[in-house]
């Protein structure tokens, strides 16, 4: 049902390195989030973003940036990965108004 | 952005009713009231959403007294495969900045 893809699906690089999670919707929604979960807790939102040229921080405090130059795209960029940074990032999209959220199969990212 | 509280767990058995209540005291007027279902490793997946009364789908009824200021999402018959974690929602569908943000959510668990 959800045309909403990550990639990659795991990831396990070095500290220090510079990383970019891809994130891309193809049913024309202009708003678009990313959340951060660690295993059994909660969904903590850290970007946001309500069309193009538009993005925000979330909730949590992240060391990450986001872009959005198109509307079906929103990387997320860690520029130094740190183990603090191990987690699981979830991408999502919405349509208009209160619609459901639409979320892709995340990317699991472990930094040593 | 109207808070939520829901218990933190439950547990029930295969082929019981299953019941879960959501707390929002300060829902707003034109708020909308959003149940996802998570499973492991897994993004979350829409259930239901209602505004008042009762709202009822292959998977679901939620149930919203007239004070809306709580809600109750049944499941009907659960079965093992209905383990997971379960967020209520609150926003408002209208508003093209209302960013969604997750609770503790409530950890479901059917044993057989």
């Known amino acids: 049902e959800a045309d909403i893809y990550q990639t990659p699906r795991y990831l396990v690089i070095g500290t220090g390195k510079k990383i970019t999670l891809e994130c891309s919707q193809t049913?024309?929604?202009?708003?678009m989030y990313w959340y951060q979960q660690d295993p059994g807790m909660e969904l903590h939102l850290i970007h946001y973003s309500y069309g193009v040229n538009s993005t925000e921080k979330g909730d949590l405090s992240s060391e990450s940036t986001v872009s959005r130059i198109r509307t079906e795209h929103f990387p997320l960029t860690l520029e130094s990965a740190r183990p603090s940074h191990t987690s699981q990032y979830l991408c999502a999209s919405q349509g208009n108004g209160y619609e459901k959220l639409f979320f892709g199969s995340g990317t699991q990212l472990s930094v040593l | 952005l109207a808070k939520t509280t829901q218990p933190i767990s439950m547990d029930s058995y295969e082929g019981q009713e299953v019941n879960i209540t959501c707390s929002h005291n300060n829902i707003a007027t034109n708020d909308y009231i959003t149940w996802y279902q998570q499973f492991p490793s897994q993004g979350p997946r829409f259930i239901i959403q209602g505004y008042k009364t009762k709202v009822t789908n292959e998977v679901a009824s939620l149930f919203i007294p007239a004070d809306r200021k709580s809600s109750t999402l049944s499941l009907p018959r659960v079965s093992l495969s209905d383990t997971a974690v379960y967020y209520c929602?609150?926003?408002?569908?209208?508003?093209?900045?209302?960013?969604?943000?997750f609770g503790s959510g409530t950890r479901l668990s059917i044993r057989p």
């Open positions: 929602l609150v926003g408002d569908p209208y508003s093209s900045a209302s960013k969604i943000i």
């Open positions: 049913m024309g929604h202009d708003k």
